[in-house]
């Protein structure tokens, strides 16, 4: 069965120290990875997204991820957080068929110590 | 970049009411939206994929006459919640993707409270 798996629920990172929120995938093939920011009360903006090529994606705000196929992993990561970062992250799959739509992470709340 | 719009952001209405959600690709056109909804702290479930000129496709246990779709143009797509009740409630986000593997654009969502 197709599942996106983050396992940290909640985690608290003090500013400017260093963040890594991890995704797992359950695909049939290699799908297309999604990291997504919500702030509360707000849409889903689009961090970074992976289709095929380097490995290694960088995207907004300062934000990368890393695809590793072994381990059916897309972890997000952030050398230096910034208070402004607290949301809700998800991590999401696409199939490469015609449809487009998204498997979802049950999400990772990131809150930002001072 | 693309950008996604939808109206309202927040409906407060009787039990029995009718609810009209719009969802709008501003700069893009859009065959295919989708909309979902999204319970207080958990993630996003897709309810349906709304396809421009065609009937909407509904994922399993979403209930097609409950919740009625129309994309009548490329452009938009809206979702009614028809006699809507308290167990309604919910916050509700629609996207837009350009095919297959690209990225969707989502809207900011509408917060619905059935009283």
């Known amino acids: 069965a197709q599942s996106v798996t983050q396992p940290d629920i909640h985690i608290t990172v003090s500013e400017g120290a260093s963040l890594e929120l991890r995704c797992n995938y359950s695909y049939g093939a290699t799908p297309y990875l999604f990291w997504y920011v919500q702030s509360p009360g707000q849409g889903l903006q689009l961090l970074l997204k992976?289709?095929?090529?380097?490995?290694l994606v960088q995207g907004i705000k300062g934000f990368e991820a890393e695809f590793k196929r072994s381990q059916s992993s897309f972890n997000l990561r952030k050398p230096s957080v910034h208070w402004s970062d607290a949301a809700e992250y998800f991590c999401a799959v696409g199939g490469r068929g015609s449809q487009g739509n998204l498997i979802f992470g049950k999400g990772t709340k990131l809150s930002v110590k001072p | 970049g693309a950008v996604v719009s939808q109206h309202p952001s927040r409906v407060i209405c009787k039990s029995g009411t009718s609810v009209k959600i719009e969802c709008r690709s501003l700069d893009f056109q859009a065959t295919t939206m989708f909309w979902y909804r999204q319970f207080p702290k958990q993630s996003l479930m897709l309810m349906a994929t709304?396809?421009?000129?065609?009937?909407?496709?509904?994922e399993q246990g979403v209930e097609k006459d409950k919740f009625l779709i129309n994309h009548a143009s490329l452009t938009l797509s809206t979702l009614t919640v028809t006699s809507a009740h308290p167990e309604d409630s919910s916050f509700y986000i629609c996207s837009a993707g350009g095919g297959a593997g690209q990225p969707q654009h989502f809207g900011d969502g509408t917060r619905l409270s059935i009283l």
């Open positions: 992976y289709f095929s090529g380097d490995t």
């Open positions: 709304s396809n421009e000129g065609s009937k909407a496709t509904y």
